[in-house]
């Protein structure tokens, strides 16, 4: 059974006597039939928690340099009418009591703690946001991520990946802005594709009849999961997987670390002149790598063997992903700039609707 | 002086027994030289509050049907690293003392409450959404409607119109999805825009000489919000307005029902074959009709007096504005379905980064 939490802040243009304030909303709390703490703050304003007895908590907090805080608790099978009833009570009471005193009202929609279907899921950079998630598609708990699929009443189903929103069926914008889409020909071209396990680039790439391709997937997406996000995603069997085409599912670490390497000749094909790198990696796929203590780690051990392996002619087509990751495009960029010839790169902006943020692509080209 | 507000929760598999839990929780909160209530919750399970000496304040609770929840709140300038490492600790205390039982941990951006600059601008299906504001701009209290304007650091600056976003920097696609840039040709005909006070929409029909323009729009865009909202805002001085053009300073509803009658001919341009009507009216300015309690109402009212001005042949393109607005839309749809003979519409879906949802955009064809 989920709680409940709603707030209810009122901001003051000035310091706040509790006096005069607070017995009038304590008349609208004592009809509330709820047991009255009041609490010593040591100065630092009013506090009175009234706790009810279906499970129901009040905090009311007047801080006295200018701030009202209400919280209200209750579990989500309380008569959800008479707390809205409450709450607009106590607003319309200290509109009246502080007229002309407040600089803004916050009323926020109710935080839903602990429900069944969680619709929380913050940004890469923070920021609190609510999905419109109504179900559970399906979970697991592979040898590498937290695997989940939720459902969302605009975006479709929608892939999480260790609590990061990766893939939704909305997104069809991702496959076609990560690879350039109209802008780049693969026809002919050697493509070396990271990452990409709901095969969505692979089967676009195909289509497009390049010379070679060389994708190194970890943890493939389960054809299961597959049929769930169908508009982004793309079973192998019905990609026509030739001669051309050579599928890893391997840790792409140790491949690229082989690709590096002049002597090893089974991957030689992606450094030749006019390779492709189109990178999909999920960032957050860290399980793997238990020696990388954190994401900045791997970015930078990434970036250093695709230094190494892209060192003749090439193309890198990545998602800078996050809008406000500044600071690992930041890293990137200063990496990127400092190959023998820096690297030229162009960024383009694309809305990625179910990353609530702009998300950018990066184009590489190397020399 | 704002107030950070922490929630982390365990969601359990089980029921929990708060004799189990709540020894070893308490050892680590009385280190923190807080004031300790224990509250009779009448059978709901434990729950206790917790007052320190600089405001700060924690709220444990442990909901017997297999629930934590603990709250932190403290002031924006204390020592938040201290208390990331409270929440750590309580956190890891948890993670062992319910090995085995956790569904699920969730940890949420501390919410800020009562800051100078507000972050959280729900959606217009009621959901929580912060966004990555870093500064007010601009702030009126008009006679229509509170004007904001607020700085985004992905979407550049945000004109908020009574608590709704309503256009962004970033957001010039709603100009170009609105008009069916590359689908529709005003070239030589009669067009009505309702609303459109940022003169984004006006620009760009006048680009396409159309017959004529009719402009009804309440409450213009002051141009020094124009100024900053540079991207997708249009000066009028820079539209070169013609003998063509007339622009009417007015609430639309008397215009509409003036549209309406056929005896008044000042208006009669929008209704001869071929008119175009470019609906960007903004559902919450509704101070200017006390008479109508609800955004319903208006839309109803609005709608009516649009299928008497359009008997005649001609087209409305609109916003549908928010993908979770399905009511309004069906609405508006069974409305329009009502002609005499009924509007063939097609609608196209466009993602608008700075609504934080999909947006719809519907055209009718009026015959």
Known sequence: MALRHYTLDFNL?????????????????HEQEMTE??????????LATFVGKNGRLVILRVHSHGLVTIDLQCYEGDNIAQLDNLLNALEKKLNTLLNGNIARTKRLPALVRGAKVDRYWPTADGRLIEYDIDRVVYEEESAYQNIKILHSQQFGNILVLNGDVNLAESDSSYTQAIMGSGKENYAGKEVLI??????????EVVKQKPKMITMVEI???????KETVTKTCCQLDRVSVGNNIVILVED????????????????????????????????????SHPGLDNKKHFSRLLTDLLEQALSTKGRLRRLR????????VSLAQAKYGQFSSPAPHSHSDSCMGSYFHEAGFHLFHFK
């Open 219 to 225: 943890s493939f997406i389960d054809s299961a999961i």
């Open 194 to 203: 990271l990452g990409g396990g709901d095969g969505g680039i692979l089967a």
């Open 252 to 287: 792409c670490v140790p491949v690229l670390k082989k690709i590096a390497t002049p002597l090893v000749e089974k991957y030689q094909c992606m450094v030749r002149t006019g390779a492709f790198v189109v990178n999909s990696l999920c960032i957050s796929i860290l399980k």
């Open 37 to 46: 703490t009041v609490h010593d703050t040591n100065g630092h304003g009013y």
């Open 321 to 328: 992903r996050c809008f406000n990751y500044t600071r690992t």
């Open 13 to 29: 243009s000035t310091a706040v006597d509790s006096a005069s304030t607070v017995p009038d909303l304590l008349s609208i709390l």
